[in-house]
C-alpha cells in the first residue's frame, strides 16, 4: 500500500476547493509550479490520478473525491490544533478575536463593553462586525455571535437563550405619546420599517390582516432601530436589541403584544472545537451568559414579593 505523503495534502484540499492550481497557489502563498509539483507527486506516490483536467480547471474525480471525504476532517482538526497551540502561546497579552453582527455589536455589545474590561484588562476583545459568515479558522477568528440554527461545520455552537427572543413593536418618544396602547388597526397606517413579513407576521398575532409596505427597509437591525429613535417609523425588533433605548426612554414600546420566532433567529457563540477549553474563550462564554441574564432581568423584572403587615397582639 502507499504511504501518503502528508506534506502534500494542504495543496490539495486547496486545488480540491479552488478547482483551479494559479488560486490554489495564491490560497497557500506557493508559486503556481510548486502546487502543481506537490499534486503531481501526490498522484505519483499513490500510484493513481485524483483530478480530471479540464482546461484551466481541474475537477476531482472518483478517487480524489474519495481521498477529499477522508482527509479533511483530519486537516481540519490539525487546524484546529495549530490554532489553539497559538492562541495558549500568547501569553499574557492576550486577545480574543470575535466576529459578529453589525447589529449585536453596535446595540448591545459596545454599551457593555467597560464591564468586560473591568472584569477582563489582561485580554483584549477584537471584534469584527460584519453581516458575513466569516470562515473563522482561515480568517484567524477565536470566535463568532451567529444567529441561525446551523450547524457550522467543524465548529462547536452553543445556544446563548433557551427559549425563542421575543419580537416587540417600538417608537420613538415622540411617537409613544401618541400612540402607546393603539390598536393594531391604529399602527398599521403609521409609517412601519423594517421587513414587510415580520410586520405580517406581528399584524397576524394581533388577528388583524393587512399588506405591509415598509417606508423603509434595512440590512442591519442596528440601522432600523436608529431610524426609529429619530421617529422616521416604527419598528419590530428583538427585544434585546432595543434593551438598552427602552431602558433609557429613546424607544418605547407601543403593545404588549409580542412575537417568538423560532430557532433560526437564536444567538449561538461558535467557536473551533480545539478551543473548547482554552481560558479566553470560557470567559467570554461566561460573560455573555451573565450580561445576557443581567439584560433580560432589566427588561422583565420578577415581580416584588408581598410582605405581609403583622398584626399587633392585643394588649391583656
Known sequence: MARLPLQTL???RAVAKSQNLRAAAETLHLTHSAVSQQIRGLEEQLGFTLFDRRGRRVVLNA?????LRSVEPALAQLDEGVQAAAAAASGAAQRLRVTMLPSFANRWLLPRMTRWRER???LALEIDATPQLVDLQREGFHAA??????PWPGLTAERLFDKPMPFVVVGSAIAAQRLRGATPDVLARE????DSDVWETWFAAAGLRTRVTPVANFNDAGLMLQAAEQNL???VSRELLAADALSSGRLVQLSPLTI???AAYAYHLVYPTALRDWAPVNALRLWLREELELSMLALHPPPAKKVRARTKPASR
Open 233 to 235: 417609523g416604527l419598528a
Open 120 to 122: 477582563h484588562p489582561e
Open 191 to 194: 409609517p412601519l420599517l423594517g
Open 260 to 262: 417568538e420566532f423560532e
Open 145 to 150: 455571535l451567529r444567529q441561525g440554527i446551523g
Open 63 to 67: 478517487a480524489g473525491q474519495a481521498l
Open 10 to 12: 494542504p495543496a490539495f
